[in-house]
């Protein structure tokens, strides 16, 4: 059995909030589209509060759910979890060996059908991915699971969240430079992609894990993290709004949705995927960017991360990138307390 020595990642600044956009002079927005008629106005709002409304039903039910912290006794996985929200470790040879024979079918089959994409046609997000269900890789699911025991990766979990977790599903990802889902957001206004673009966090907040398959680079589509951003607190109102924006899809970029988009009161002007729509000149950028850390191979092939923390990838310049999405949930009901409720 091949181990491999872990390298251990350090927090750079610290950021305590996802920086605001001002769509009013956004060129790609607000310059663009000048003052939304009324009709566009409520078209917007038809789409976007059923969802908002759903979403704080869910957030006072539900809360934020964890709300981790240092303690005594922890693991160094946990301990370097709890402060930079996200992890890498690596598996030995013989578990990826075991992991990647149980993903080749699916492969295969996710590769069938990437291959059926027009030629010139971009490929899209829903593209890239293929579910695979547990009653059709049974075994699958229990080499990740030794895996992810054995090298510590569920125990940091549990310690994070405060309580049992498993593995909820398993998502295959096939990226290679010909995807369009995290690029030229703006070609039909001339504005380029600031260095931010698909900075984003999830709309479900939970712990996950990614599973490299394939030899990864800076140049093969790294998963990236800004580093302790775990810790920024959303209010309740900012986070019903990012997530409904993210739920309704308001917050794609194409030319019709912007418009909706930039038809929105201000206060609801708030995007989970937030990065395509920031400017490099802002100073928040720079911190964001100081603060990322991109996990090629050399940091580890198997990846824990809070979703709710800013993160991006499967950004690939070259060659090709396949990973296993493993979300992990709780393994019961977990109600959040009253003061949780009121975050």
């Not at 002079?25 to 000048?34: D, M, N, V, W």
């Not at 409904?244 to 418009?259: P, Q, V």
């Amino acid at each position: 059995m091949t181990l491999v020595q872990e390298k251990t990642v350090t927090k750079a600044a610290t950021i305590t909030r996802i920086p605001a956009t001002d769509y009013a002079t956004h060129p790609a927005y607000g310059q663009l589209f000048g003052s939304p008629r009324l009709s566009t106005r409520l078209a917007a709002l038809r789409r976007l509060l059923p969802i908002l409304r759903e979403q704080a039903v869910r957030r006072y039910k539900y809360g934020q759910s964890f709300q981790p912290a240092i303690a005594p006794g922890q693991s160094a996985l946990a301990g370097d979890m709890i402060r930079n929200g996200a992890i890498a470790v690596h598996l030995t040879s013989e578990e990826m060996a075991r992991i990647s024979t149980g993903a080749a079918p699916f492969v295969a089959a996710l590769e069938a059908r990437r291959a059926q994409t027009p030629p010139g046609q971009a490929r899209t997000w829903k593209d890239t991915s293929l579910p695979i269900g547990k009653d059709e890789a049974e075994q699958l699911y229990k080499d990740v699971r030794t895996a992810l025991k054995t090298r510590g990766i569920l125990g940091a979990a549990e310690t994070y969240v405060g309580h049992a977790v498993k593995i909820k599903n398993l998502d295959l990802q096939i990226n290679d430079p010909t995807d369009a889902h995290w690029r030229n957001h703006f070609a039909d206004a001339g504005v380029p992609d600031p260095s931010t673009a698909y900075m984003h966090i999830d709309s479900v907040r939970r712990v996950k894990c990614m599973i490299y398959l394939t030899d990864v680079t800076d140049r093969t589509g790294p998963f990236s993290y800004v580093l302790g951003t775990n810790a920024i607190r959303l209010g309740f109102l900012e986070d019903i709004i990012r997530k409904a924006n993210d739920i309704s899809r308001l917050d794609r970029c194409d030319r019709e949705t912007r418009e909706l988009f930039s038809a929105l009161p201000k206060v609801l002007q708030r995007k989970s995927e937030f990065g395509n729509d920031l400017h490099d000149s802002m100073p928040e950028v720079a911190a964001l960017l100081a603060s990322e850390h991109f996990f090629t191979s050399d940091d580890g092939n198997l990846i824990l991360f809070d979703n709710n923390g800013i993160h991006r990838g499967g950004m690939v310049l070259e060659g090709k990138r396949i990973i296993l999405q493993v979300p992990l949930g709780a393994s019961r009901t977990v109600r959040a307390s009253r003061t949780d409720r009121l975050r």
